[in-house]
T-cell receptor
Framework: GENVEQHPSTLSVQEGDSAVIKCTYS??????FPWYKQELGKGPQLIID?????GEKKDQRIAVTLNKTAKHFSLHITETQPEDSAVYFC????????????FGQGTRLTINP | DTAVSQTPKYLVTQMGNDKSIKCEQN?????MYWYKQDSKKFLKIMFS???????INETVPNRFSPKSPDKAHLNLHINSLELGDSAVYFC??????????FGPGTRLTVL
């Protein structure tokens, strides 16, 4: 089955700097890659997603890139703000198991003012 | 307007007890899920229902039994609770093959 590895497990950056979180997946059939943000005491919230027919997607300060050949995808947050501090999860799913998301281990992002 | 809601938010109980967690979504989605998040924050799917039909059943002890009375509700019943069941349980919903939206979670503590 699918396996998703996420790095780093913790990341601390200065406010205004950029943050990058990376994930690799094992199943070359995976075609959907969402990113979720989880704030303390809350449920995961989708922030951006990408499908395998696209190499990059951007939404304001957030962007995701996908390299299907290398089977890895990354989340990029620019101009970080204190409210970006949270745990971020990547996930992957295949067409057959499109309703089964396999999550990475999570990255705790801390933005230092 | 709450999209995916869960009750209770906190649940503290003794080993061996039976408890239920309720989930409701008002998004009109066909598919609902239960996930377990352990103490290390790892999220893993437990079950998925589509139009009241079970479609995903991961390797979960049969003490856990989901029940979907209609497509807007997916409840989770746990029998004979064990210490290792302590976790945060999340309900989610999605259109078929669409984005999953998560509820606020239920923190279960088994003493």
């Amino acid at each position: 089955g699918e396996n998703v590895e996420q790095h780093p497990s913790t990341l601390s950056v200065q406010e205004g700097d950029s943050a990058v979180i990376k994930c690799t997946y094992s199943d070359s059939a995976s075609n959907y890659f969402p990113w979720y943000k989880q704030e303390l005491g809350k449920g995961p919230q989708l922030i951006i997603d990408i499908r395998s027919n696209v190499g990059e997607k951007k939404d304001q300060r957030i962007a995701v890139t996908l390299n299907k050949t290398a089977k890895h995808f990354s989340l990029h947050i620019t101009e970080t703000q204190p409210e970006d501090s949270a745990v971020y999860f990547c996930a992957a799913s295949t067409p057959e198991g499109a309703q089964k998301l396999v999550f990475g281990q999570g990255t705790r992002l801390t933005i230092n003012p | 307007d709450t999209a995916v809601s869960q009750t209770p938010k906190y649940l503290v109980t003794q080993m061996g007890n039976d408890k239920s967690i309720k989930c409701e979504q008002n998004l009109g989605h066909d598919t609902m899920y239960w996930y377990k998040q352990d103490s290390k924050k790892f999220l893993k799917i437990m079950f998925s229902y589509n139009n009241k039909e079970l479609i995903i059943n991961e390797t979960v002890p049969n003490r856990f039994s989901p029940k979907s009375p209609d497509k807007a509700h997916l409840n989770l019943h746990i029998n004979s609770l064990e210490l290792g069941d302590s976790a945060v349980y999340f309900c989610a919903s999605s259109p078929r093959h669409g984005t999953q939206y998560f509820g606020p979670g239920t923190r279960l503590t088994v003493l």
